[in-house]
């Protein structure tokens, strides 16, 4: 349960961080590339992020389901 917990906390840490990243890079972009490139780029990347995390719990909920059964 323990272990559990902190792999939480380090799945929201590195989300937090991902976004924060995310950000940034927006925050660049635009300086480079005009707002609309960079709302594009950052869209793209947070809903890549978003289907990555979905893809990541569903695989591991069916490993875990795999190794209960033996």
Request: positive net charge; glycine residues 12%; charged residues 20%.
């Amino acid at each position: 349960m323990k272990n559990t917990m902190k792999d939480m906390m380090k799945g929201i840490a590195l989300g937090i961080l991902s976004v924060a990243v995310v950000i940034a890079g927006q925050m660049a972009l635009t300086g480079v590339a005009g707002f609309h490139t960079a709302e594009l780029a950052g869209g793209a990347a947070v809903a890549f992020l978003f289907y990555y995390t979905i893809f990541r719990s569903c695989r591991k909920r069916r490993e875990a389901k795999a190794e209960k059964r033996g």
